[in-house]
């Protein structure tokens, strides 16, 4: 009995070790099989202006954007009278009337900007990263930060 207990103990754990790209061009190790989807989720933001973004994973991150303050009614916290102003930049509105300037007390209003994502393969990813990269190295006003940039984009979406 005691020699068959030994046996058990000392017999070797049965454990697969899976060696994994990370996306980065690093390595994972984990206990389960790689899927096909390790390194390979990208994903196109679209923003609301039509310019877009590439990034790893399939969700596009939330933004808050300032709302600029529309022509209209203003309540005037001094007479308590409403006067009709139009936006002078920043925090601050114009009495049409008389030109005069006047900051607003509140803050102006902000809105949650959604992207719109638009899966992509990595192949993709990684192709216009590479075209971006001799872009930046091909411009003759190009700069050292613009450069950098370009090579950091190529070397995170492909794993290089």
């Known amino acids: 009995m005691l020699l068959i207990t030994l046996l058990l103990l000392t017999t070797p754990a049965l454990a697969q070790i899976y060696t994994c790209p990370d996306g980065r061009g690093g390595k994972t190790y984990q206990q389960t099989p790689c899927s096909s989807s390790d390194g390979g989720d990208y994903v196109r933001c679209i923003r609301p202006n039509g310019s877009?973004?590439?990034k790893?994973?399939?969700t596009?991150?939330?933004?808050?954007e300032v709302v600029p303050h529309q022509p209209g009614m203003v309540l005037d916290v001094t007479t308590g009278q409403q006067k009709f102003m139009i936006?002078?930049?920043g925090n601050g509105m114009i009495d049409p009337a008389t030109g005069q300037r006047h900051e607003l007390i509140s803050p102006p209003?902000?809105?949650?900007v959604y992207d719109q994502p638009q899966q992509i393969s990595a192949?993709?990813?990684c192709g216009e990263a590479k075209?971006?990269?001799n872009i930046a190295l091909s411009d003759p006003n190009r700069t050292m930060t613009t450069i950098r940039r370009a090579q950091d984009r190529y070397d995170r979406l492909c794993g290089r």
């Open 123 to 125: 192949s993709q990813a």
């Open 60 to 64: 596009c991150p939330t933004r808050t």
């Open 109 to 112: 209003p902000t809105r949650r």
């Open 131 to 133: 075209a971006q990269l």
């Open 87 to 89: 936006p002078g930049g």
């Open 56 to 58: 790893r994973g399939t």
């Open 52 to 54: 877009s973004y590439i």
